[in-house]
């Protein structure tokens, strides 16, 4: 058997995707940090032998048989088949998976998951066809079926910052995949950190497929959308210019206008917890009393992303120890910073 490995990291968005249409595409562009610390590594060992010319593959998390996760990946191949992987039919997979944070944390694995499992999928083909393409077509490729598998992953792949959705005024910006634009930020951003304050471990009520699609008939998608254009622009400006003030209130504007949205959806649903506004309260008033550039911002959870620069690191490890942490679900906290996308691993 052949292998091909990949380990992919999560990422956290500062202007939100939220709704789509068509396959997997985005109502809005967005722009995120890629994360270092929380990843997933993907190994697929494969033969070239498939008995009954459809998917086959089998599926371990962390060395354990899951069925459920096999279901849902072997649906997903199933959908790549005839537009975009022809050589399923062909092999015989064994995938195995591992996450770099406990199961229990309550942090989504599906942009490291499905993006560490498309670079492999590249991987694969390009050593059965023979043909090397060259490093942007295969990023690229890598993106564009991440996206399809978990519309965020595709922007996990790409060093520091990953931007998906065309805009306008945002040159090569495409719909179908994210782009790299760390070389593009400002050196404060390339360092920044995320830690993220674990609330509460328990399975989000409502999915994030099910909210994206509850944007169909929300009475603001429209200002919504429009907004998310316009701050993207003025997003990029504050990035490129080391701008903490503007990023710091985009960033924060956006993750309440992402539940905000939620709650008014009908069905109106809230994933904000006591515990998410208890720290948010917090963290407003340590800005306001320190003048140290501490942001929160949140993804479709309860649990809260602090963003800060790394020379506050010493401060903001002091405040988060003493006040925050006790209001963490079991006091967990993962220490994650800006990180330099996927890695080949085998
Ligand atoms: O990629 P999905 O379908 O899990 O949606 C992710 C949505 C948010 O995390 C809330 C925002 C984003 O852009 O990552």
Redesign the pocket.
């Known amino acids: 058997m052949q292998k091909a490995g990949w380990q992919s990291p999560s990422n956290i ?1 500062l202007v ?3 709704g789509k249409h068509g396959r997997q595409l985005p109502n809005n562009p ?1 722009v ?1 940090f890629t994360l270092n610390t929380a990843a997933t590594r993907t190994f697929i060992a494969w033969e070239n032998y498939n008995k009954f010319g459809r998917v086959e593959l089998s599926f371990t998390l962390e060395g354990k048989e899951n069925p459920a996760f096999a279901a849902r990946i072997e649906k997903f191949l199933d959908s790549l088949v005839d537009e975009y992987f022809p050589f399923l039919k062909e092999v015989t997979l064994q995938i195995d998976s591992s996450n770099s944070f406990p199961h229990s944390s309550g942090i ?1 694995s ?2 490291s998951g499905m993006s560490a499992l498309a670079l492999c999928l590249c991987e694969i083909e390009q050593t059965i066809s023979g043909v090397t393409v060259d490093q942007d077509a295969f990023t690229k490729k890598a993106s564009i079926i991440s996206r399809l598998g ?4 595709c922007r996990s792949i790409y060093p520091e910052m990953g931007l998906w959705g065309h805009h306008p005024d945002i040159a090569h910006s495409s719909d179908d995949y994210a782009i790299g634009i760390g070389a593009e930020i400002h050196p404060v951003f390339k360092t920044f950190h995320d830690d993220i304050l674990i609330v509460s471990a328990k399975e989000k009520s409502v999915s ?2 099910a909210g ?1 699609n509850l944007m169909v008939g929300n009475p603001y998608a429209e200002a919504r959308y429009k907004q998310a254009n316009e701050r993207i622009i003025t997003l990029l400006t504050a990035l490129r210019e080391g701008d903490l003030v503007t990023f710091g209130k985009i960033t924060e504007d956006e993750a309440l206008t ?1 539940h905000a949205l939620m709650m008014c959806s009908d069905p109106s649903y809230m994933l904000m917890e006591e515990g998410s506004l208890a720290i948010i309260k917090k963290v407003k008033a340590f800005r306001a009393d320190t003048n140290i550039p501490l942001y929160f911002t949140l ?2 959870g309860p649990n809260v992303h602090l963003l800060y620069p790394h020379e506050n690191e010493l401060d903001v490890r002091s405040f988060i120890t003493s006040e925050l942490k006790p209001l963490c679900h079991e006091g967990k906290i993962i220490y994650d910073h800006v990180g330099q996308g996927a890695q080949k691993i085998m």
């Open positions: 968005a939100k995707y939220w967005s995120s989504a599906s942009a978990s519309g965020s992953a994030s497929t994206h992402l993804d479709a």
